[in-house]
């Protein structure tokens, strides 16, 4: 033992302590396959990979992702497409929000793997080149937005709103939008935009 090291009490010496803790505990880094494989209690399988193909605002959009992916994410994260927001990321904002075949879902509330081969409308989708939407004209005619950070959700459950047909009265629209959280408070706005693109759309 170094001079300068301080026996324990049993006569080992702090260094040897940690060496020896050390060492066994990479002995018990066992790889998660390695794991799995011998069926050890507690073994976590691995990360299982999937090629999906989601149709993404009229494009096809291959992408390999693991089981446990949300489609937010993947949104996100693998196809950059960064206009749907992650705000609670469980369900309770509809910042998130896009159209799967033409209903509203919280993007962050299912699986990429769960969308594969299905139509998904995100808020770039929405334009036609430079012409914007009925719905997002609406939103800034109306500036029913602050920070912006709810909107792109906003806009997309009110595009649903709009062609479900759930807007003969403010009050139902206000029903119908109480999904999307606004921390901005743009409320009323919101509901005069939701309104008037109702009105162009003949609802
Ligand atoms: Fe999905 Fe809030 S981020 S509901
Ligand atoms: Fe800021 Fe809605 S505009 S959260």
Redesign the pocket.
């Known amino acids: 033992m170094p001079d300068n090291e301080q026996p324990t009490v049993d006569g080992q010496s702090r260094r040897s302590v940690f060496v020896a803790g050390a060492v066994t505990t990479a002995g018990m880094a066992v790889p998660r396959s390695a794991a799995a494989a011998t069926g050890s209690p507690g073994a976590v399988s691995p990360a299982v990979e999937a090629d999906v193909t989601l149709f993404v605002n009229g494009r096809k959009r291959p992408v390999r992702v693991e089981a446990r992916v949300t489609l937010l994410d993947a949104l996100r994260e693998r196809l950059g497409l960064t206009g749907t927001k992650k705000g609670c990321d469980r369900g309770e904002c509809g910042a998130c929000t896009v159209l799967i075949e033409g209903e509203r879902v919280t993007s962050c509330m299912t699986l990429a793997v769960m969308e594969d081969g299905r139509a998904i409308t995100t808020v770039e989708g929405l334009a036609r080149g430079e012409e914007l939407h009925p719905v997002q004209a609406a939103f800034i005619r109306r500036d029913a937005?602050?920070?912006?950070?709810?909107?792109p959700g906003q806009i997309m459950s009110a595009v649903a709103c709009v062609e479900e047909g759930h807007t003969r009265s403010d009050d139902e629209i206000r029903e119908w939008m109480s999904g999307n959280l606004?921390?901005?408070g743009?409320y009323p706005n919101i509901v005069d935009a939701v309104r008037d693109a109702a009105k162009e759309a003949g609802r």
């Open positions: 937005f602050q920070c912006g950070f709810c909107t606004c921390r901005c743009c």
